[in-house]
């Protein structure tokens, strides 16, 4: 198990906002709290302003550090195709733990879902085979998209369809046998 180094920065500065119940995060993610002159110069006051500012900012951390520690165990498990065992470990999460235990859940159900579509991909990449989807979203951009987007047009769905097809027919040379003896040949790629 890593060490981790706590490093706190109190600063008390004179300010003209409303005085604050509660931390307010900041946008680069710090907390704040605004605080009476009166609670500022009594050192308790102040001490009890200080551990409910830095109460949000240790639970933020402590959720990073976690999110972290579990990537590190989930990644190489998912490389490998083991997601019996990424699920478990998803499973094993506290949920006080978390923020949202629906969308833990949902990702647990994904995998639950998809796991025998999932594959090896260290497998995969010792066999030289891609581990993206990279050419086919960049197939649906030659076939779809550049063509029926950005044109100021609307399609029905049967519309796009046909015009995909057309447009794959051309794309894979095969608009002649299709045309003449209504067949296709289909080939595989890794």
Partial sequence: MGKYKVKVNVELVECNGAEEHDPMKEKEGSFTMTISEQDAISIDNCE??????????IRDMEGRVLRNKVLEQLLPLLWYGRTDQ??????????????SK????????YLNRKKVY???YAVRKILGLRNSSNIGEKMNDLVVSDR????????????????????????????TRWFEKRELVFKLAA
């Fill in 48 to 57: 009890r302003a200080v551990l409910r500012t830095a109460y949000p900012t």
């Fill in 86 to 99: 990424a699920i478990d470990l998803l499973k094993q999460i506290e949920a006080k733990s978390i923020k």
């Fill in 102 to 109: 629906t969308d833990l859940q949902k990702l647990i159900d």
């Fill in 118 to 120: 999932i594959p090896c």
């Fill in 148 to 175: 029926q987007k950005h044109n100021g047009m609307s399609w029905s769905n049967p519309g796009s369809v046909a015009l995909a097809s057309i447009s794959s027919l051309k794309r894979n040379g095969e608009t």
